[in-house]
C-alpha cells in the first residue's frame, strides 16, 4: 500500500515562500513519475508540476512558471515544490500524486496514488 504524506504548508504574506515536502511509501520510488496539485476553495483540482521518474525533466502550469520548482530525492523517497514569490491566487490545498508507469501527465486520472493534502494560505 502506498501512502503519501505531504507537509509544509502554512500562512505567508504575498511575496515570500514557502517549500513542500511529500514522503511516500513506496518501493521503486524512482520508478514513478511524480505530480502536485492543488484546490482552491470552490474550484476544481488544477495540475502545478510534474517530475519524471530521474528527476531530469519538470513541467509546469503557466501560472507558477518561474515562480515554482519541483524536484525529489530518490535516496530519501521524497519529492518537494519550492514555492516563491507566493500570490493570493496560489491559495488552496497542495496534492502530491504518483503515477505508476513513470511518464508524467498534467491530467488527474493519471495518478494513481494521492496525499491527504497540504494547505497553503497567502495573505495580501
Known amino acids: 500500500q502506498v501512502q503519501l504524506v505531504e507537509s509544509g504548508g502554512g500562512l505567508v504574506q504575498a511575496g515570500g515562500s514557502l517549500r513542500l515536502s511529500c514522503a511516500a511509501s513506496a518501493r521503486a520510488f524512482s520508478s514513478y513519475a511524480m505530480g502536485w496539485f492543488r484546490q482552491a476553495p470552490g474550484k476544481g483540482r488544477e495540475f502545478v508540476a510534474a517530475?519524471?521518474?530521474?528527476?531530469?525533466?519538470?513541467y509546469y502550469a503557466d501560472s507558477v512558471k518561474g515562480r515554482f520548482t519541483i524536484s525529489r530525492d530518490n535516496a530519501n523517497n521524497t519529492v518537494y515544490l519550492q514555492m516563491n514569490s507566493l500570490k493570493p491566487e496560489d491559495t488552496a490545498l497542495y496534492y502530491c500524486?504518483?503515477?505508476?508507469?513513470?511518464?508524467?501527465?498534467?491530467?488527474?486520472?493519471?495518478?494513481?496514488?494521492w496525499g491527504q493534502g497540504t494547505q497553503v494560505t497567502v495573505s495580501s
Open positions: 517530475i519524471s521518474r530521474s528527476g531530469s525533466s519538470t
Open positions: 500524486a504518483m503515477r505508476l508507469g513513470g511518464l508524467w501527465s498534467r491530467r488527474e486520472s493519471d495518478y494513481n496514488y
